[in-house]
Structures are given as structure tokens and as C-alpha cells.
């Protein structure tokens, strides 16, 4: 029953018409800032969600989330099908695969392009997803000639389509009494692949391990030995059990070490970004003191009459924190709305468009969490109460004698 009363009361003050204008211009100025602060946390959030799992869903599906590596480049891992079996077994680790990396020069009738070429499993699910053209099948021999997957930007520059022969270049060529002359292999191209992470699909190109050793004029050897994990997170650790296991002459590193820049900068960008939006909180909660102490000013005779007819002065001081809540929660609502809104629209219709050269995104992504609204909401609600509790002590300081005397 106390609470209703002082729910009541504050409501009716919130819809009352004011003798003073600008105490109602006020209160609606607190409402849009406290709107405008929620509904730019909830974007600004949106999007730095938005970009980290973008760079986990392109990124990690299409590259290893630990790699092992040799800590001296030499003559490649020798003993790495004993040894891929063994990190196989590590707790945590879903599929290991052998790699083997290296540069060459793609051709095509457009134009050349440097390029890596990647010797490795073809037939994992989570490449096979990102196949935009063609079929992978089987690279060994397509048509009469080694088979090649191209990464889609990569197929553009240089003019490239599946069916269409490829010159592949390597450095690693033979010998001559002159100077190493670069060995040429015709590949013909299966499929294009298209992570949607710009710098995968402008360089890579893949093919089978045993196509790359013959490139790369290597005997049975790989470079890398890359592992996929059930938990991405984990990478750190199983990273440090693979180096145990696998001996001092190789090395281990993981997507978190490898994108270490990437992921700082949208560490930071969310700090810097949480901070500037604080200050819109700050201003609104300014907003309404300085409209709860307006009210409190202009109902003093009301507050002299309550508290004659018996209103305890707690009551009345809860009247003024649920007046300011009332104005925060309106806010609060809008914003909410207005912010998963807009951040909906802008992830579905690509509405912010990116080059993919700089941010190899082509568009700003945007994610909005439902977590992230309930503790948006208990900030805003925080920071609200805490701007009513000096206009509400001040309500309690009235006196009724007096006010009723002089007013």
C-alpha cells in the first residue's frame, strides 16, 4: 500500500502540467538523454560484438586455431604423420592436419599475382563450406592436370574462373649453371573459396599436400601441423601442451597470438567507446537532478500538505527517487528499443559499407546481445538513483508551518 501511494504521487507529478515550462522541457531533455546514452551503448556494443565474432566465424573457419611450427625454419617435420597423431589425442583438440605453406607467382590471363599456396586436407567440413564455385573433388588429378582452389579475390585479379588453367610459378625450381630457374606447374582450377575475410581470399590458394611438396620440390615434409579445436578459447593452453608434446624443435602459436593487434584494438575500442558513452549517461542523470530539484521547488506547499496529513518525510523522499526512476525507465525504454532496432537493420540490410582492403570486412557488422541489455539497464538505473537522492533529501528538509504560512 506504501509503495502505491508513493507510486501514485510520483506519476502524477511526471503528468501534471507544470506552472513552470521548463521544468516539463527539462524532464524531456532527461528522457532523450538517458534514451540517446542507451541507445548509443547498445550500437556501439552491437558493433563491437558484431566485429569479434565476424573475425572468429571468417577467420577460424577457414585457418587452424593452433599451428605448430618449426622454432628454426630447416628442412621441414619429417616425422609428422607419427606426430599428427599424437596431438590428435590432446584433450580439447577436435582435428589435426598437416600443412605445408609456401610463396609462388599465380598467372592468369588477366594478370599475375603473388600468391601463398597451401598444401593441405581438402575434404574438412568447415572448408567445404566456404565454396562459393565449382567442386573440390579430387585435386590430384583434375582433367589431366594437378587440381588448385583459388581464394576468390585472388581468382578476380588475376582473371580466374573454375575450369580455367592456372601458371603456377615457385622459386624453389631447379638449379642452373647460371641461377635457380623458377619451376612452372599448370594447375587447372576446381573451385573458388571465399571466407569473407578479405586478406584470406586475396592470397591463398589451395591444393593437397602432395601437389605443394611437388611445387615446392620438398621431399615428404610439411612446414606446419595445424590443430582445430572444440573450444577456441582454450587455444592458449592446448597451444603449450602441443609445443610439450612435440618436442624442442618446434613451436607452437595460436589465433589469439597471430591476431594479438586485431584483438587489442577492439579491447580498446570497446574501453574508449564505453567511456565517451558514460559521459551521455552523466549529462542525463544532471538532467534529472536539476528537474527533480525544480519539481521539489515548485510542489513544496504539496509536500507541507502530505506530510501534514500524515506522510512519513521517507516517503516522501522515495517519492522524488521513484519520480527520477519513472524519468530514467521512459528513457530507458527508448533507447532499448530504438538501439536493438537500429542495430538489427544495420547488421541485416549491410547498411555501413567497409573496403575490404583496409578493414578486409565489407561492411560493418552488428550483433546485439540481449545480456548486454540487462546490465545497459542496471547502469542507467544506478546512475539515475544516484541523481535523485539529493533532490529527495532536499524534499524532506521542507517545513510545513512555514510553507503553509507563506505560500
Known sequence: MTRAFEIFVASRYLKAKH????????????????????MALVIALAINNGFRTSLQNSLLGATPHVVLLEKEPSTGISGWRDLTKKLASLPGVRETSPALYGKVLASGPGQSAEATLKGMRLDSPEFLAHIRAGKVGDLSDVRGMMGIVLGAQLARRIGMRPGDVVRILSPQGEMTPFAMRPAEFRFRVAALFESG???????????????????????????????????????????????????????????????????????????????????????????????????????????????????RRAQIARIFVTQGLMIAAAGLFIGLIGGYALSYLAGHYHWISLDEEIYSLSYVPFEPRLLDALWISATALAVAFLATLYPARAATTVTPVETLRYE
Not at 19 to 38: H, N, P
Not at 201 to 222: I, Y
Not at 277 to 296: D, G, H, P, R, T
Open 19 to 38: 506552472r513552470q515550462a521548463v521544468i516539463s522541457l527539462v524532464t524531456a531533455v532527461s528522457v532523450l538523454g538517458v534514451a540517446a546514452g542507451v
Open 197 to 311: 575475410f578479405y586478406d584470406l581470399d586475396n592470397q591463398f590458394a589451395f591444393t593437397t599436400v602432395a601437389n605443394a611438396q611437388r611445387v615446392f620440390s620438398t621431399p615428404d615434409v610439411v612446414n606446419a601441423i595445424e590443430l582445430k579445436l572444440y573450444d577456441v578459447e582454450q587455444a592458449p593452453e592446448i597451444a603449450k601442451a602441443a609445443e610439450a608434446l612435440a618436442g624442442s624443435g618446434l613451436g607452437a602459436t595460436h589465433w589469439m597470438e597471430q591476431n594479438r593487434q586485431l584483438l587489442n584494438a577492439l579491447k580498446m575500442e570497446r574501453a574508449v567507446s564505453l567511456i565517451t558513452i558514460s559521459l551521455i549517461q552523466l549529462v542525463a542523470a544532471l538532467n534529472i537532478l536539476s528537474a527533480l530539484f525544480m519539481s521539489v521547488m515548485e510542489k513544496r506547499r504539496d509536500i507541507a500538505v502530505l506530510i501534514s496529513m500524515g506522510a
